[in-house]
C-alpha cells in the first residue's frame, strides 16, 4: 500500500506505525484510518514482530502531537453532508485475525497476538485518545493534552471507550472524562493508571525504546502473547476461578516449550534470556 498519512517500518522484531501528518496535529482522516489497519495487519501477519510501537510524527518545529483527533475539515465535511462519513469512500480496510468479541475499531488491538505500545508524544484527543487507550501499554509526554473532545461536539464517546476507560481507569474517571468532554493532562492520566511513565521529552523516547527493546529481545513471546489472551480476555467473560483453572493448563502446556527451556537455563546461568 502506498502511505500517505502514516509511515510503517520495521527494525528486527520491532514495527513502528507513525501517524503523519505533523503540519494539522497528525489529524485523524479517513486515509489515515485505512493506512493504520493495513499497517497493523502487516505486523499481526509477520512472526517475526514481537512488538508494535504507535506514535505521531514531529512537525518540523519540533513541536508533537500524538493525535488531535478528526481532521476539522473532515468534521466540517460531516456537516455539509448531512450525516457521519468515515471518509473511507466504499472501501473496506483490512483487520487483523481476531476473536469475535474484538473484531472492530479500535477494538482489535487487544485481540492481537502483539503487544502494542503507545508513545504518546504531544496531545490526543478523540480517535487519537481512542487508540492510545486501545493499547496495551501507554508511555506519555509530561503536560501533553487529551480529551475525549466528542461532547463538545455532540457526538456519542467514540470507539468503545465507555467500555474501556472504565476498565482503565475506574467508572468515576471515566465519567468525568466522557460525559464533560474537558481537557485534562498526561499528569492526571497517569496518576489513574491510564499511563505507566509520564516523562519529560528528552527523556520520552529514551524510556521508551529500552522498554521495547527489553520486550522485543527478553521476554518470550509466546508468554506475551498468552498473557494478553488472559488479560483481556478475562476482561470480558472470565471469573477467578475459571482464570485459575485455565492458567494452570496453559502452564502445564508451555511447560513443554522451548521458551521455557530458555528461561530456566537464563535465570540458572545469571544471564537475560534470549529469545
Known sequence: MELRATRYEVDGHVARLTLDRP????????????????????????????????????????????CVGADAKALEGHVDAGGYDDGLRGEEPPMPEVEAP?????????????????????????????IACFADVRFALEDAKLTTAAPKLGLPAEYGLSWLLPRLVGAGRAAD????????????????GLFSA?????????????YVADLARH?????????KAQLWGDLLHGDPASS??????????????PDFAEGTRALAERRPPEF
Not at 198 to 210: I, K, M, Y
Not at 219 to 227: D, E, G, L, N, Q
Not at 244 to 257: F, K, N, P, Q
Open 23 to 66: 503540519h494539522r496535529g497528525n489529524a485523524w482522516t479517513g486515509r489515515m484510518h485505512l493506512e493504520y489497519r493495513w499497517a497493523m495487519t502487516e505486523a499481526e501477519a509477520d512472526p517475526e514482530i514481537r512488538v508494535v510501537v504507535v506514535t505521531g510524527a514531529e512537525s518540523g518545529d519540533g513541536r508533537a502531537a500524538f
Open 102 to 130: 474484538f473484531a472492530a475499531d479500535f477494538a482489535f488491538q487487544l485481540g492481537m497476538r502483539t503487544p502494542i505500545v503507545a508513545v504518546v508524544n504531544g496531545a490526543a484527543a478523540g480517535v487519537g485518545l481512542a
Open 177 to 192: 472524562w466522557l460525559l464533560s468532554g474537558r481537557v485534562f493532562r498526561t499528569q492526571e492520566a497517569a496518576e489513574v
Open 198 to 210: 509520564v516523562l519529560p521529552v528528552e527523556a520520552l523516547h529514551v524510556h521508551a525504546e529500552a
Open 219 to 227: 521476554v518470550s513471546p509466546a508468554s506475551v502473547a498468552t498473557a
Open 244 to 257: 485459575v483453572r485455565r492458567s494452570i493448563e496453559l502452564l502445564r502446556e508451555m511447560a513443554t516449550g
